[in-house]
């Protein structure tokens, strides 16, 4: 019988740091160096502000804030009755404009990239349609959602398309256990592996979600195991808010002045077509990508909401701006500045999981993959006629611009505000209240020759039971990685306790669902396990590292 990961124990230098540890070698094939017996002063003095390997992109790019901002049309509901709103959306391929003047092939919700924006009321249920007309399996995940198991989008859930077939070419799969064939990091070959609890669906996957969570912005993409990273990169990913009452009546910046954005990067070929180093550019058999780009594919353009560095009128007003990191794995430190030098003020209203207590202002702004952060910026201090870019400070070249705003008109009055106190029901979970605190080592590996990313040295195995916490129970993560690895959790959100044995930085403020670990980083995080019993997950959120077997069970029960 395996040994659940986290039932493990660690010297207390594995707790603290990386004293006495090892980053495994995993070669050339990653782009990465062997570290032994490396300090953790030394390792967050190299710290690299990247992980992954760049894309050049051979079309012509249009010049930086010249391609106006697209803002994402709101998804109407097909029907609204017992209380009820009830959606669908198509995954089809489309042909849509990014680089102007050139047609891309995507992969999109309802022919859209990003795909619809889904807006919805804390407490009222939805029920989300999917029907799969792409040539290979899919999964949706409700990035943040506080979703039911059976709609969660767990990994081997698959929504097969009519046209699928199994090894031996019997035909489409109906319901029931799923054969997953691909390479899996920890034995390096072809390998089948059984997930007796997966229930397939062909065509059609009606998801539920429930909703009873916090006003907050939440993100959808697929999630099929092993090809996380190249469905995203082709285009499967869209917006969700959610609102409520006493959110609408804070008086933040609303109507046109909020402005989710989702924040990816890609690359092109010469003939406009998206470039990603798949090792199966058909996305069916075998997953992983080409040599370095296991560390992450990073690409040289920067889309905001599928556009190219793209500008956006503005009033001489304060503005919401809800960012969304859908990169595979590029991190971006944001800053908002004016072309005359001067930075504005990144007002921070809300994290992952919703409204902060209150407000919390930075210069600048960190967000790795699947962050999310809800801001609020003031324009009225910029001459009509002025810019203001939003800017990489982890960028160099053409990645070091994201969008620009210009402001265009003067106002009468601005009637919305920004409250000393936003929220009253953040959980008040302290290190008392755990029942149990738990480590957990995000590092590179190798098993049997084949390299991987391995959460406590183990690929992910959707059979193996490596977490099961207790409905209700209160726990501490303690998290450690090698190199960037923005950690995931499935259905709860958390709060930061600690960065390295200090304080939390001051973006680590308020609920969240994703942290940042920095190369040679630990952190402790606290949470509750409740909402719905069973089987979610844990991962990385750098797309490749997902797919290269970086994910682990999370069974509550």
């Not at 924006?117 to 029907?131: D, K, M, N, Q």
């Amino acid at each position: 019988m395996r040994t659940p990961m986290s039932e493990r124990t660690e010297s207390p230098h594995d707790r603290h740091g990386v004293t006495r540890r090892q980053v495994i070698g995993i070669g050339g094939a990653l782009g990465l160096t062997a570290i032994a017996g490396l300090s953790t002063a030394a390792v967050l003095a190299r710290r690299p502000p990247l992980t992954g390997d760049e894309l050049r992109s051979a079309a012509r790019l249009p010049r930086a804030f010249t391609v106006p901002l697209p803002v994402p049309t709101v998804l109407e509901p097909l029907s609204v009755s017992d209380g009820i709103d009830r959606y669908e959306i198509t995954q089809r391929e489309a042909t849509v404009e990014i680089v102007p003047g050139v047609r891309t092939t995507m992969w999109t919700y309802d022919g859209q990239f990003p795909g619809p924006l889904i807006e919805s009321r804390s407490g009222r249920p939805i029920t989300v349609r999917h029907r799969n007309e792409l040539a290979v399996p899919t999964v949706v995940h409700l990035h943040g959602g506080r979703t039911p198991a059976s709609s969660d989008g767990y990994t081997t859930d698959l929504v097969l398309p009519r046209t699928w077939s199994d090894a031996s070419g019997r035909g489409p799969r109906q319901t029931g256990a799923h054969d997953m064939h691909g390479e899996h990091m920890g034995g390096g070959a072809m390998q089948s592996m059984q997930d007796p609890r997966a229930v397939v669906t062909t065509i059609t996957r009606d998801y539920s979600y429930p909703l009873e969570q916090r006003p907050t912005m939440l993100w959808y993409h697929d999630h099929r195991m092993d090809f996380t990273g190249p469905a995203i990169w082709r285009g499967l990913a869209g917006m969700h808010i959610i609102r409520d009452d006493a959110e609408d009546a804070l008086g933040l910046p609303a109507g046109a002045r909020e402005l989710p954005l989702m924040i990816t990067d890609r690359a092109f070929a010469a003939d406009g077509s998206l470039d990603y180093p798949s090792i199966d550019p058909t996305l069916r058999k075998q997953p992983g990508v080409r040599g370095a780009f296991a560390a992450g594919v990073l690409g040289d353009v920067i889309l905001v909401n599928g556009a190219p560095w793209p500008v956006h009128e503005v009033d001489a007003a304060r503005y919401r701006l809800r960012f969304l990191n859908a990169s595979n794995a590029r991190q971006y430190r944001l800053e908002a500045v004016t072309d005359d030098g001067r930075r504005l003020e990144l007002v921070q209203v809300g994290a992952d999981q919703g409204l902060l207590a209150a407000p919390v202002s930075h210069r600048s702004l960190p967000i790795a993959p699947a962050e999310r952060y809800d801001v609020v910026v003031d324009f009225a201090m910029v001459p009509v006629g002025g810019r203001v870019r939003i800017i990489n400070l982890l960028g160099s070249g053409r990645t070091r611009d994201v969008m620009a705003f210009r402001v265009a008109r003067t106002v009468n009055a601005d009637d919305s505000r920004i409250p000393s106190v936003l929220s009253t029901d953040l959980p008040d979970w302290s290190r008392s209240h755990a029942a149990r605190v738990r480590q957990f080592s995000f590092r590179a590996g190798q098993t049997r020759g084949s390299n991987g990313w391995f959460i406590d040295g183990k690929p992910f195995d959707p059979s193996r039971p490596d977490v099961i916490a207790r409905f209700g129970d209160v726990e501490v993560w303690q998290l450690i990685a090698d190199v960037h690895h923005p950690v995931h959790l499935h259905l709860v959100g958390f709060r930061v306790l600690a960065r390295g044995g200090k304080a939390p930085l001051p973006h680590d403020a308020g609920l969240k669902d994703t942290i940042s670990l920095r190369p040679g980083e630990s952190a402790e995080i606290i949470t509750r396990f409740d909402g719905y019993r069973g089987r979610y997950l844990f991962h990385c959120h750098n797309a490749e590292h997902e797919d290269m077997g970086m994910m682990a069970n999370l069974e509550i029960v």
